[in-house]
């Protein structure tokens, strides 16, 4: 096991190296394969360009597991000083991805070689474009990946957990991610004759402070969704009142109705604040991945394995749901699933740095132990492997 655990830090190391944004995977993909390719019994499948699915089968009828890993990084100028840091400018794998497919390589490699003597079947994927919505997993649902599959599960490696425990939810976990874009149209002319234009600077902020108002007053607390308003458009000289302003951000909510609500809201707020100034508005939206509902017999499995893994006191609860987006949610509307958090952290890396920082690094100890959850989840699923 010592020198599994050393081939998944190394398979980590070179992805780490070598990162790609979301849908331009090629190479990422290619390597995948190549030490798939030297695995036994693995049937392998490329539904996209930039994803590959392993299926390990049994001899014998059974359940069917899937097992999900994300393959893409961020543009993201990295800002470590560890010696396989990316070698790609402005791209780094901030966000675990490199982490989750060697740990899911390794689940892999235990598993084909231990044979086909258990029941039912293990698919491996690795999926692309994961952090681009609405996300890879729609693309792989949409070509059958999740066919006879009875439970899929994901691990997401989290610096704000301790190497060496789990942190696990059941029900609502990941919120759907929907991203607006407000034009603001109108009437530019010189700033030292406001009252001869129509500011869509001006009417910008207003619309910006009432959709902050109009959701908390709008939505029941307990529902409430996260707004954020992130981008403002408008302008490039001190002296002139441009014609438009664009208004940029993402809604946040576990709720399908309040997600509805929440983009109707945003919608009626900037056209009729717009229309009051004597300006109009055109809102865009690109809607992202749906929330993740972990199933709760899916969820309990985890915890099961989990505490197998590491001791029960080491599997902690997550108290309230994230607001971070996860396409994960494809897999989870079709079949019952569950993602959890690996702890990957620890005190001799120094600053915590969360998920898409420049300088993220985790502990590459905890590693093998997402390849011993993967693992011993199949194996509790189709029987001892």
């Known amino acids: 096991m010592e020198r599994i655990a050393e081939q998944i830090i190394q398979w980590r190391r070179h992805i780490h190296e070598n990162p790609e944004r979301s849908y331009e995977e090629y190479e990422t993909v290619a390597f995948v394969e190549k030490q798939l390719s030297t695995m036994p019994h693995l049937q392998l499948q490329r539904l996209t360009d930039t994803s590959i699915v392993a299926t390990l089968k049994g001899v014998k009828k059974g359940k069917c597991v899937a097992l999900r890993a994300d393959l893409d990084a961020l543009p993201i100028q990295e800002e470590t000083t560890v010696p396989f840091k990316s070698k790609v400018p402005g791209m780094m794998h901030s966000c675990g991805h490199d982490a989750h497919t060697a740990m899911l390589l390794g689940a892999a ?24 919505a609405p996300g890879g997993a729609v693309d792989l649902v949409s070509k059958g990946v999740m066919n006879h599959v009875d439970f899929v599960f994901a691990l997401h490696v989290h610096p704000s957990y301790e190497t060496g425990t789990f ?31 129509i500011d869509p600077l001006f009417i910008g902020t207003a619309i910006v402070q009432a959709l902050q ?11 409430m969704p996260v707004l954020s308003v992130t981008m403002f458009q408008c302008g490039k000289v001190p002296n002139i009142i441009e014609d438009v302003a664009l208004i940029g951000g993402t809604i946040r909510s576990h709720d399908e109705k309040v997600r509805v609500a929440s983009r109707q809201i945003v919608e009626k707020t900037a056209h009729c604040i717009a229309a009051l100034h004597g300006a109009t508005a055109s809102v865009q939206w690109q809607l992202g991945c749906a929330a993740v509902i972990n199933d709760k017999e899916a969820t309990e499995i985890g915890k099961q394995v989990a505490a197998k893994i590491v001791g029960k006191e080491n599997v902690v609860c997550i108290e309230e749901p994230l607001f971070v987006a996860e396409d994960f949610a494809a897999y989870c509307e079709v079949v019952p699933g569950s993602i959890q958090l690996l702890g990957v952290h620890h005190e001799k890396l120094g600053t915590a740095y969360p998920l898409h920082h420049a300088k993220f690094m985790l502990d590459e100890s905890a590693l093998f132990l997402g390849t011993q959850y993967f693992t011993q989840i199949a194996e509790k699923i189709c029987g001892k492997c």
């Open 109 to 132: 490699k235990i598993l084909s070689e231990r044979g086909t003597q258990f029941e039912g079947e293990i698919r491996f994927i690795f999926q692309h474009g994961e952090e681009v």
């Open 167 to 197: 942190a696990m939810r059941s029900g609502k976990m990941n919120a759907a991610g929907d991203d607006f874009f407000i034009h603001v149209y109108g009437k530019g002319g010189h700033a030292a004759e406001p009252h001869k234009t």
């Open 213 to 223: 108002a109009s959701i908390a007053r709008k939505i029941k607390a307990t529902t």
